[in-house]
């Protein structure tokens, strides 16, 4: 049975990225948009990105390496005020994505998919 979630205090969000136009920023932006409506506390590595200068329209920079986003992703969800792990959709044929939510669930975080119209476990 599928039912909606309560929010959580912190949660790591969780997608596809490469191969995607503009690294799939737009469907974090929404999805972390929407989840913060409703009283999530979001970790998005979308926004971690551009606080670091990687700009979305533009090919990625050398200074920008897969193991140096997986070292600080990885530390995201193992933080231990993250609670849990949103997967938007997609994330299943995500290398990253999978190695995410496998370090999640090996860490006891609770596991939620994300949908345009809501969490659900």
């Known amino acids: 049975m599928v039912r909606k979630t309560k929010p959580k205090?912190?949660?790591y969000l969780a997608g596809p990225m490469r191969n995607y136009e503009e690294y799939n920023f737009p469907a974090f932006d929404e999805a972390t948009a929407w989840l913060r409506g409703k009283g999530w506390?979001?970790?998005s590595p979308a926004e971690i990105d551009r606080e670091l200068g990687l700009d979305p329209t533009q090919p990625l920079p050398d200074w920008?390496?897969?193991e140096t986003a997986m070292q600080r992703d990885l530390?995201?969800?193992t933080h231990p005020?993250?609670?849990a792990i949103i997967l938007?959709?997609?994330w299943v044929e995500s290398e990253g994505s999978l190695k995410e939510v496998t370090t999640a669930m090996a860490c006891g975080r609770q596991v939620y998919f994300y949908e345009p119209e809501g969490v659900f476990e």
């Open 9 to 11: 205090s912190r949660a």
């Open 41 to 43: 506390i979001v970790i």
């Open 64 to 66: 920008f390496t897969l």
């Open 75 to 77: 530390h995201e969800i």
């Open 81 to 83: 005020e993250t609670e």
């Open 88 to 90: 938007l959709p997609g």
